[in-house]
Protein backbone atom coordinates (compact mmCIF):
# COMPACT_ATOMS: atom_id res chain seq x y z
CA UNK A 1 0.00 0.00 0.00
CA UNK A 2 2.92 2.08 0.43
CA UNK A 3 2.04 3.83 3.65
CA UNK A 4 4.28 6.22 5.20
CA UNK A 5 2.43 6.39 8.48
CA UNK A 6 0.34 4.30 10.69
CA UNK A 7 -2.10 4.99 13.60
CA UNK A 8 -2.62 2.17 16.44
CA UNK A 9 -5.30 3.05 18.71
CA UNK A 10 -3.16 1.14 21.77
CA UNK A 11 -0.23 0.59 21.74
CA UNK A 12 -0.12 -3.23 20.50
CA UNK A 13 3.49 -5.30 20.51
CA UNK A 14 2.49 -7.61 17.67
CA UNK A 15 1.92 -4.82 15.31
CA UNK A 16 4.53 -2.97 16.79
CA UNK A 17 7.12 -6.06 16.45
CA UNK A 18 5.97 -6.74 13.02
CA UNK A 19 6.92 -2.96 11.95
CA UNK A 20 10.45 -3.06 13.63
CA UNK A 21 12.84 -2.33 10.62
CA UNK A 22 10.47 -0.54 8.39
CA UNK A 23 10.26 2.66 7.03
CA UNK A 24 6.78 3.35 8.43
CA UNK A 25 6.32 6.12 10.94
CA UNK A 26 3.78 4.97 13.66
CA UNK A 27 1.94 7.07 15.80
CA UNK A 28 0.74 5.00 19.42
CA UNK A 29 -2.03 6.22 21.95
CA UNK A 30 -2.50 5.86 25.67
CA UNK A 31 -6.27 4.53 25.97
CA UNK A 32 -8.84 7.23 27.00
CA UNK A 33 -8.96 4.95 30.62
CA UNK A 34 -6.31 5.09 31.59
CA UNK A 35 -5.20 9.01 31.04
CA UNK A 36 -6.35 9.77 34.32
CA UNK A 37 -4.17 7.39 36.50
CA UNK A 38 -1.13 8.39 34.42
CA UNK A 39 -2.03 12.32 34.83
CA UNK A 40 -1.34 11.90 38.94
CA UNK A 41 1.71 9.19 38.70
CA UNK A 42 4.38 9.85 37.54
CA UNK A 43 5.94 6.23 38.11
CA UNK A 44 2.71 5.04 35.75
CA UNK A 45 3.90 6.92 32.80
CA UNK A 46 7.66 5.93 33.36
CA UNK A 47 5.84 2.08 33.34
CA UNK A 48 3.55 2.95 30.14
CA UNK A 49 6.72 4.49 28.35
CA UNK A 50 8.96 1.67 29.18
CA UNK A 51 6.15 -0.93 28.19
CA UNK A 52 5.33 0.56 24.82
CA UNK A 53 8.25 2.71 23.62
CA UNK A 54 11.49 1.61 25.02
CA UNK A 55 10.69 -1.76 24.44
CA UNK A 56 10.18 -1.15 20.39
CA UNK A 57 11.90 2.20 19.62
CA UNK A 58 14.30 2.96 17.48
CA UNK A 59 14.09 -0.31 15.58
CA UNK A 60 9.98 0.63 15.14
CA UNK A 61 9.81 4.27 14.29
CA UNK A 62 7.41 5.49 16.98
CA UNK A 63 6.80 8.97 16.10
CA UNK A 64 3.94 10.17 17.82
CA UNK A 65 2.04 9.33 21.27
CA UNK A 66 -1.69 10.28 21.05
CA UNK A 67 -2.61 10.50 24.55
CA UNK A 68 -6.52 9.50 24.11
CA UNK A 69 -9.00 9.60 21.01
CA UNK A 70 -11.32 12.47 21.10
CA UNK A 71 -11.75 12.35 24.56
CA UNK A 72 -13.09 15.82 24.81
CA UNK A 73 -16.07 14.68 22.70
CA UNK A 74 -17.87 12.58 25.36
CA UNK A 75 -19.51 14.23 28.20
CA UNK A 76 -20.75 12.18 31.39
CA UNK A 77 -19.12 13.22 34.71
CA UNK A 78 -16.48 10.69 34.56
CA UNK A 79 -15.21 11.93 31.03
CA UNK A 80 -15.15 15.63 32.48
CA UNK A 81 -12.83 14.38 35.08
CA UNK A 82 -10.94 13.07 32.39
CA UNK A 83 -11.04 16.55 30.09
CA UNK A 84 -9.12 17.71 33.38
CA UNK A 85 -6.29 15.64 33.30
CA UNK A 86 -5.55 15.21 29.42
CA UNK A 87 -2.99 17.75 29.64
CA UNK A 88 -1.13 16.83 33.02
CA UNK A 89 -0.97 12.99 31.80
CA UNK A 90 0.42 14.79 28.45
CA UNK A 91 3.37 16.26 30.28
CA UNK A 92 4.31 13.02 32.59
CA UNK A 93 4.51 10.88 29.36
CA UNK A 94 6.90 13.54 27.71
CA UNK A 95 8.84 14.29 31.51
CA UNK A 96 9.30 10.58 30.65
CA UNK A 97 10.49 10.31 27.36
CA UNK A 98 12.99 13.45 28.00
CA UNK A 99 14.37 11.28 30.82
CA UNK A 100 14.48 8.37 28.43
CA UNK A 101 16.38 11.05 25.85
CA UNK A 102 14.08 10.53 23.28
CA UNK A 103 13.25 14.45 22.67
CA UNK A 104 11.96 13.85 19.36
CA UNK A 105 8.65 11.86 20.04
CA UNK A 106 5.93 14.23 19.58
CA UNK A 107 2.92 14.03 22.44
CA UNK A 108 -0.72 15.09 21.61
CA UNK A 109 -3.89 14.28 21.54
CA UNK A 110 -6.40 13.50 18.99
CA UNK A 111 -9.66 15.76 19.08
CA UNK A 112 -12.77 15.69 16.88
CA UNK A 113 -14.38 19.29 14.86
CA UNK A 114 -17.21 19.11 17.88
CA UNK A 115 -14.37 20.72 19.54
CA UNK A 116 -15.07 24.13 17.89
CA UNK A 117 -18.21 26.09 19.08
CA UNK A 118 -17.90 28.05 15.44
CA UNK A 119 -16.32 27.28 12.29
CA UNK A 120 -17.83 28.95 9.47
CA UNK A 121 -17.02 31.05 8.13
CA UNK A 122 -13.45 30.28 9.16
CA UNK A 123 -12.52 33.00 10.29
CA UNK A 124 -14.83 32.83 13.29
CA UNK A 125 -13.41 30.11 14.27
CA UNK A 126 -13.72 29.43 18.26
CA UNK A 127 -13.52 26.69 20.43
CA UNK A 128 -16.18 25.58 22.61
CA UNK A 129 -16.82 27.85 26.03
CA UNK A 130 -16.55 24.54 28.26
CA UNK A 131 -13.20 23.83 27.54
CA UNK A 132 -11.88 26.35 26.16
CA UNK A 133 -10.13 28.15 29.23
CA UNK A 134 -9.75 24.70 31.17
CA UNK A 135 -8.12 22.54 28.53
CA UNK A 136 -7.59 24.18 25.42
CA UNK A 137 -5.48 27.22 26.79
CA UNK A 138 -3.28 24.72 28.66
CA UNK A 139 -3.20 22.10 25.83
CA UNK A 140 -1.84 24.96 22.93
CA UNK A 141 0.62 25.99 25.90
CA UNK A 142 2.10 22.06 25.41
CA UNK A 143 2.05 21.76 22.08
CA UNK A 144 3.47 24.83 21.98
CA UNK A 145 6.37 24.37 23.99
CA UNK A 146 6.98 21.24 23.14
CA UNK A 147 6.75 21.92 19.11
CA UNK A 148 4.41 19.57 19.09
CA UNK A 149 0.91 18.80 16.85
CA UNK A 150 -2.38 19.64 16.86
CA UNK A 151 -3.44 16.73 15.98
CA UNK A 152 -7.39 16.96 14.21
CA UNK A 153 -9.81 14.07 13.33
CA UNK A 154 -11.18 15.97 10.40
CA UNK A 155 -14.51 14.88 8.29
CA UNK A 156 -15.96 16.50 5.15
CA UNK A 157 -18.55 13.97 4.76
CA UNK A 158 -20.12 14.65 8.63
CA UNK A 159 -19.78 18.43 7.63
CA UNK A 160 -22.01 18.00 4.52
CA UNK A 161 -24.08 15.47 5.47
CA UNK A 162 -25.37 17.47 8.13
CA UNK A 163 -25.99 20.72 6.19
CA UNK A 164 -26.32 19.24 2.35
CA UNK A 165 -28.64 22.39 1.28
CA UNK A 166 -26.13 24.63 1.88
CA UNK A 167 -22.94 22.75 1.15
CA UNK A 168 -22.52 21.20 -2.31
CA UNK A 169 -21.24 17.68 -2.41
CA UNK A 170 -19.09 18.39 -5.42
CA UNK A 171 -17.38 20.99 -2.65
CA UNK A 172 -17.12 18.24 -0.08
CA UNK A 173 -15.23 16.11 -2.45
CA UNK A 174 -12.81 18.18 -3.94
CA UNK A 175 -14.11 18.08 -7.76
CA UNK A 176 -12.86 20.54 -9.77
CA UNK A 177 -14.77 23.24 -10.84
CA UNK A 178 -15.76 26.85 -10.25
CA UNK A 179 -16.92 26.24 -6.91
CA UNK A 180 -14.95 28.58 -4.35
CA UNK A 181 -16.16 30.75 -1.11
CA UNK A 182 -14.24 33.96 0.13
CA UNK A 183 -14.82 34.23 3.93
CA UNK A 184 -16.21 37.76 4.70
CA UNK A 185 -13.45 39.42 7.25
CA UNK A 186 -10.28 37.23 6.21
CA UNK A 187 -11.16 37.21 2.25
CA UNK A 188 -9.48 34.30 1.88
CA UNK A 189 -11.19 32.02 -0.73
CA UNK A 190 -11.38 28.36 -0.23
CA UNK A 191 -11.94 25.64 -3.23
CA UNK A 192 -12.75 23.23 -0.80
CA UNK A 193 -14.40 21.61 2.38
CA UNK A 194 -11.50 20.43 4.17
CA UNK A 195 -9.67 23.10 3.81
CA UNK A 196 -12.05 25.56 5.47
CA UNK A 197 -12.37 23.31 8.35
CA UNK A 198 -8.55 23.12 8.90
CA UNK A 199 -8.75 26.88 8.52
CA UNK A 200 -11.71 27.51 11.32
CA UNK A 201 -9.12 25.46 13.81
CA UNK A 202 -6.13 27.50 12.59
CA UNK A 203 -8.02 31.03 13.72
CA UNK A 204 -9.62 29.57 17.05
CA UNK A 205 -5.73 28.69 18.05
CA UNK A 206 -4.52 31.86 16.69
CA UNK A 207 -7.62 33.87 18.75
CA UNK A 208 -5.78 32.15 21.62
CA UNK A 209 -2.04 33.48 21.30
CA UNK A 210 -0.95 30.50 19.15
CA UNK A 211 -0.80 30.80 15.53
CA UNK A 212 2.05 29.12 15.09
CA UNK A 213 0.75 25.33 16.22
CA UNK A 214 1.03 22.95 13.47
CA UNK A 215 -1.77 20.86 12.34
CA UNK A 216 -1.51 16.93 11.81
CA UNK A 217 -5.11 15.19 10.27
CA UNK A 218 -5.10 12.21 12.46
CA UNK A 219 -8.27 10.70 10.82
CA UNK A 220 -10.33 11.44 7.88
CA UNK A 221 -12.66 9.68 5.02
CA UNK A 222 -15.14 9.35 3.84
CA UNK A 223 -17.88 6.63 4.13
CA UNK A 224 -18.33 4.04 1.52
CA UNK A 225 -21.96 2.96 2.14
CA UNK A 226 -25.00 4.61 3.62
CA UNK A 227 -28.55 4.74 4.38
CA UNK A 228 -31.32 5.23 1.92
CA UNK A 229 -31.22 8.70 2.84
CA UNK A 230 -27.36 9.35 3.00
CA UNK A 231 -27.19 9.44 -0.98
CA UNK A 232 -23.24 10.63 -1.23
CA UNK A 233 -22.30 7.72 0.97
CA UNK A 234 -20.75 5.59 -1.54
CA UNK A 235 -17.74 3.58 -2.90
CA UNK A 236 -17.09 6.29 -5.92
CA UNK A 237 -17.05 9.26 -3.46
CA UNK A 238 -15.04 6.93 -0.78
CA UNK A 239 -12.10 6.50 -3.50
CA UNK A 240 -11.87 10.39 -4.90
CA UNK A 241 -11.93 11.62 -1.89
CA UNK A 242 -8.81 8.89 -0.41
CA UNK A 243 -7.39 9.22 -3.50
CA UNK A 244 -7.13 13.22 -3.25
CA UNK A 245 -6.47 13.31 0.62
CA UNK A 246 -3.28 10.90 -0.43
CA UNK A 247 -1.94 13.74 -2.45
CA UNK A 248 -2.33 16.78 0.14
Known amino acids: MKAGRVKLYDANPEILNLLSGTKIQVSIMVPNQEISNISSNQTLADQWVRDNVLSYYPQTMIRFIVVGNEVLSYYSDRDRETWSNLVPAMRRIKKSLQANNIPNIKVGTSVAMDVMESSFPPSSGMFRSDILDTVMVPLLEFLSGTNSFFFLDVYPYLAWS ?18 NYTDPISNLTYTNLLDEMLDSVIFAMEKLGYPNIRLLISETGWPNAGDVDQPGANVYNAALTTKISSRR
Open 162 to 179: ANPSNISLDYALFRDGNL
